[in-house]
């Protein structure tokens, strides 16, 4: 199975909005309302701010939100802060029982 | 507070087997959970290894299938990868994680330990 595709970098300024979109096939992002996002600080665990599509966790800012048309997932973070500099990942449910992530895209806090 | 913590060798040479064990705190491994792996390799993406339901049944990633393996043991609250014929793109660090069954929710992480492969 291959990797989703997301974009290798983006970047915004402080209190900005960026979109990271994952694009998958009609066999994974097309066809499931199970795609997550994480957001990855290297040398710590992976954080869970988006599920099932568009939920967030308890405890997750509402500045985080997701979306999906077709194939494609979306990652919208508004009001841009310091803290948000960091990796992330989208992750789907496929056809074949599994799961594949998204190649990550690294943000950059400008 | 649901705590996953990884135990295993930190170096493994070309061609033996990876074991390595997830301890799990703080919560039970009942029913409505998926417990699995991912790993990191360095400077690359995570990818899904595979995972677990408390009703035994398994799912891996194709293009490790043949070499890996996952077990539970609820009774001591861990569960543990094998990952055979190690060789140095097998070289990453390692996470395990929870899932939420019916969501695409991985709720839980382990902090991850470096395996490396190494002759």
């Known amino acids: 199975q291959s990797a989703l595709t997301q974009p290798a970098s983006v970047s915004g300024s402080l209190g900005q909005s960026i979109t990271i979109s994952c694009t998958g096939t009609s066999s994974d992002v097309g066809k499931y309302k199970y795609v997550s996002w994480y957001q990855h600080h290297p040398g710590k665990a992976p954080k869970v701010i988006i599920y099932?599509?568009?939920n967030r966790p308890s405890g997750i800012s509402n500045r985080f939100s997701g979306s999906k048309s077709g194939n494609t997932a979306s990652l919208t973070i508004s009001g841009l802060q310091a803290e948000d500099e960091a990796d992330y990942y989208c992750?789907?449910?496929?056809?074949?029982?599994?799961?594949?992530f998204g190649g990550g895209t690294k943000l950059a806090v400008l | 507070q649901v705590q996953l913590q990884e135990s295993g060798p930190g170096l493994v040479k070309p061609s033996e087997t990876l074991s390595l064990t997830c301890g799990v705190s703080g919560a039970s491994m009942s029913s409505g959970y998926c417990w699995g792996w991912i790993r990191q390799p360095p400077g690359k993406g995570l990818e899904w290894i595979g995972s677990m339901y408390y009703s035994g049944k398994s799912f891996y990633n194709p293009s490790l299938k043949s070499r890996v393996s996952i077990s539970l043991d609820t009774s001591r609250s861990q569960f543990s990868l094998i990952l055979n014929s190690m060789t140095a793109a097998d070289t990453a660090v390692y996470f395990c994680?929870?899932?939420?069954?019916?969501?695409?929710?991985?709720?839980?992480w382990g902090q991850g330990t470096l395996v490396t492969v190494f002759s």
């Open positions: 992750l789907s449910y496929t056809t074949i029982n599994t799961w594949v």
């Open positions: 994680a929870r899932r939420v069954e019916g969501s695409s929710n991985i709720d839980y």
């Open positions: 099932d599509v568009n």
